[in-house]
């Protein structure tokens, strides 16, 4: 028995399973995806991916985990039965993962909801090799003249000098400089002790013959500190890096940087990072008015000012989201400049890319079946991902339904078992009811034959008592009777002798 449901069980979970599994019309009809799922690139490369929705209509989500390592060229995007290409940048050596999240994404054919679940593409930045270096020529000296002195040769020849003005190493002796050194990065920061004065920086050229030159890293006081390092090149081009040194005894309470920074309808000029503080916004259409900003500052019960994100004229409009710290030490500014245009501006994002669409997809007709089953484990897979909570709810319910069959059949069982003894006992009593009762008659019979028999006795007695006081009255009657005759007799004789 216990085998057998435990059979049934195991059918029930199978199908439920296959149910929940099984592709359902929109796994092919209906589908949102990505044309690769890794990418790797140097730092300072772009790479770019296609997002493709195949009968949906909707806005997508766009999100890098690590900006520092791989920004993206939007943060969300609509998509309607086309495809959208999506520009990634390496900032710095390391790895991110970019994922892409339906918004109120429809089917297009019945306009019901759609949800395909997210798709990511992980991006993997490495150190771009550093290129050979070009041999300088040696300078051809000029042969003296016939009628010149050696001594007095002139060298008239010009070398090019060096535009490199690029760091190779960056460093501080404190640890926490974020995010991790990129020599296209200019911008850094650094949380340091309230016991801190000064900090000793490491500023190497990628070319030997430019110059650095480091100030404000000494006498650093309560508050944000700018440390800024200047590169000379040898053609005097200069570069110029900065490292923003807050000195606190309290980080937390001290940080006045942004998590994260959305322009809504509109598109920085680059990924956000807390360490830049300067942005653009170009082409802006003349039918916006206000610009929606959403700041996100590290600690949540920061205060943050935002300004000049309404009224915008054409031209320039500059917005300042001024960030205070909770104890009021540190302030940030950063400042996003607006650029308005005179006409309405269409977004060329979303609109169709034919030659990368077929360079990204495969058409199906021509996918061996080989390819075809690989897709279909493929989409199998990313389905069970996008429905994880559903798949779960679904063994939640169904354990509980099974734990529920179960305690219900016991109940049953456990209830008929005590009908059962109910009715037992119930026999039994009756029965020791019946003896109990045949006992109290018998006990009865026994003291009625016994009344009787006593009240046979007393009636006997009684009787034998009347009889010998009928037979003493009858006596006495008679008696007294002849004595009257003999009364009367003698009375009578009397008379006759008279």
């Known amino acids: 028995m216990k085998k057998n449901r435990l059979k049934s069980i195991f059918v029930l979970v199978i199908l439920c399973l296959m149910v929940m599994f099984l592709p359902g019309k929109n ?33 997508v989500d766009i999100s890098t985990n690590n900006s520092r390592v791989a920004s993206i060229s939007a943060s969300n995007a609509w998509i309607e039965n086309n495809s959208i290409t999506l520009t990634i940048t390496g900032n710095a050596v390391g790895s991110a993962t970019i994922t892409v999240t339906p918004s109120d994404i429809s089917d297009s054919t019945t306009g019901e909801a759609y949800n395909p679940g997210n798709r990511t593409v992980t ?4 150190e771009k090799p550093a290129p050979t270096p070009t041999p300088t020529p040696e300078p051809t000296p000029t042969p003296p003249a016939n009628n010149q002195n050696t001594n007095n040769t002139t060298n008239t020849s010009t070398t090019t000098k060096s535009s490199n ?13 974020t995010p ?58 200069k570069r110029y890096y900065s490292i923003i040194v807050t000195k606190t005894s309290n980080p937390e309470n001290s940080n006045s940087y942004l998590e994260n920074l959305i322009v809504e309808n509109a598109k920085l000029n680059q990924t956000f990072s807390k360490e830049v503080f300067e942005y653009t916004c170009e082409d802006v259409g003349a039918d916006v008015e206000t610009l929606k900003i959403l700041a996100f500052p590290e600690i949540e019960s920061a205060k943050v000012e935002i300004t000049g994100n309404d009224k915008l004229v054409v031209g320039e409009n ?47 007709e021509d996918k061996t079946t080989g390819e075809k089953v690989k897709d279909f484990f493929s989409n199998l897979i990313e389905s069970v991902k996008a429905n994880a909570l559903l798949v779960i709810m679904y063994f939640i319910v169904v354990a509980e339904f099974i734990e529920v069959v179960i305690l ?15 009715k037992d006992k119930s026999k039994k009593e009756f029965k020791d009811l019946g003896k109990e009762l045949e006992n109290d008659i018998d006990k009865s019979k026994d003291n009625v034959i016994k009344a009787n028999i006593n009240n046979v006795r007393l009636q006997g007695s009684d009787t034998k008592n009347a009889s010998h006081e009928l037979k003493r009255t009858r006596n006495g009657n008679l008696q007294d009777n002849l004595s009257k005759d003999k009364n009367q007799r003698n009375d009578k004789d009397d008379k006759n002798k008279k």
């Open 27 to 59: 796994l092919y009809a209906t589908s949102l995806g990505v044309s690769s799922s890794s990418v790797s690139m140097y730092v300072g490369e772009t790479r770019t991916v296609t997002i493709s929705g195949e009968n949906i209509t909707g806005r």
């Open 123 to 126: 991006v993997t930045v490495s």
């Open 165 to 177: 003005n690029y760091l190779k190493v960056l460093q501080v002796n404190e640890e926490g400089l």
């Open 180 to 237: 991790n050194f990129s020599r296209t990065r200019q911008s850094y920061a650094i949380t340091v002790g309230a016991d801190v004065t000064s900090l000793r920086v490491t500023a190497t050229p990628e070319d030997s013959s430019a110059s650095v030159a480091i100030s404000g890293n000494t006498n650093l006081q309560n508050g944000d500190n700018t440390i800024y390092i200047t590169v000379t090149a040898q053609n005097g081009a």
């Open 318 to 364: 500059n917005i300042v989201v001024k960030v205070t710290s909770v104890d009021g030490t540190t302030t940030k500014e950063y400042k996003i400049k607006v650029v308005k245009t005179e006409e309405s501006v269409v977004n060329t994002d979303n609109l169709n890319n034919p030659t990368e669409e077929e360079n990204a997809y495969t058409n199906v």
């Open 408 to 422: 219900y059949n016991r109940l049953n069982k456990y209830e008929g078992k005590n009908v059962i003894r109910k």
